[in-house]
């Protein structure tokens, strides 16, 4: 099973600043890995797949980057709308898909 | 537009079964694979299993392998996730999520979740 650690655990940020999000596989997953949205009681969103492909709608403030081990999303001018937890997900080798542990970005 | 319609919050005590469904509507039902992931009060999504909906054609996470039946019903446009053997730590929300076709990769389309509670 391909373990997914994600990095920081939450993450302090003004409005308007930018953030970086860090996944990380255990082994190779090429570049089959998307990343999603999640807002307290809601389901998570797609935001990427293809490491760096936005699903529909997504705005392009979010980017998403990598292949291989090591992956990094990117939202480059925080909106109050995007503070939640992120969530990377593999689906190179399966099953089981595997998702990392979040990345929680709060208001600093 | 493509709608995944779960069934209502559930109460068991350990050792009974669940099962939940999810009705798909907005694309043609046969034409896309379906996901189950649940999510542990505060903890990571985590992945259950995947059904074939063309054929019935079914993959498991090992983890629940012994415990879990993915089944779907073509003429309801419909996915059952059924879970035996309840436990406490099966307290979690079930989502049922999908994408355009068979092939697994980032799910678009997610149902808006069906909590279990499992307690005695």
């Known amino acids: 099973e391909i373990v997914m650690t994600q990095s920081p655990a939450t993450l302090s940020v003004s409005p308007g600043e930018r953030a970086a999000l860090s996944c990380r596989a255990s082994q190779s997953v090429s570049s089959n890995l998307a990343w999603y949205q999640q807002k307290p009681g809601q389901a998570p969103r797609l935001l990427m797949y293809?490491?760096?492909t936005r699903a529909t709608g997504v705005p392009a403030r979010f980017s998403g980057s990598g292949s291989g081990t090591e992956f990094t999303l990117t939202i480059s001018s925080l909106q109050s709308e995007d503070f939640a937890v992120y969530y990377c997900?593999?689906?190179?080798?399966?099953?089981?898909?595997?998702f990392g542990g979040g990345t929680k970005v709060e208001i600093k | 537009q493509v709608q995944l319609v779960q069934s209502g919050a559930e109460v068991k005590k350990p050792g009974a079964s669940v099962k939940v469904s999810c009705k798909a509507s907005?694309?043609?039902?046969?034409?896309?694979?379906m996901n189950w992931v649940r999510q542990a009060p505060g903890q990571r999504l985590e992945w259950m299993g995947w059904?074939?909906?063309?054929?019935?054609?079914?993959r498991y996470s090992q983890k629940f392998q012994d415990r879990v039946t993915i089944t779907r019903d073509t003429s309801a446009s419909t996915v059952y996730l059924e879970l035996s053997s309840l436990r406490s730590e099966d307290t979690a929300v079930y989502y049922c999520?999908?994408?355009?076709?068979?092939?697994?990769?980032?799910?678009?389309?997610w149902g808006q979740g069906s909590l279990v509670t499992v307690s005695s």
């Open positions: 999520a999908t994408r355009p076709g068979l092939a697994v990769a980032g799910f678009d389309f």
């Open positions: 907005g694309y043609t039902f046969t034409n896309s694979a």
């Open positions: 293809g490491a760096s």
């Open positions: 997900q593999q689906y190179n080798n399966w099953p089981p898909l595997t």
């Open positions: 059904v074939n909906t063309a054929n019935g054609d079914t």
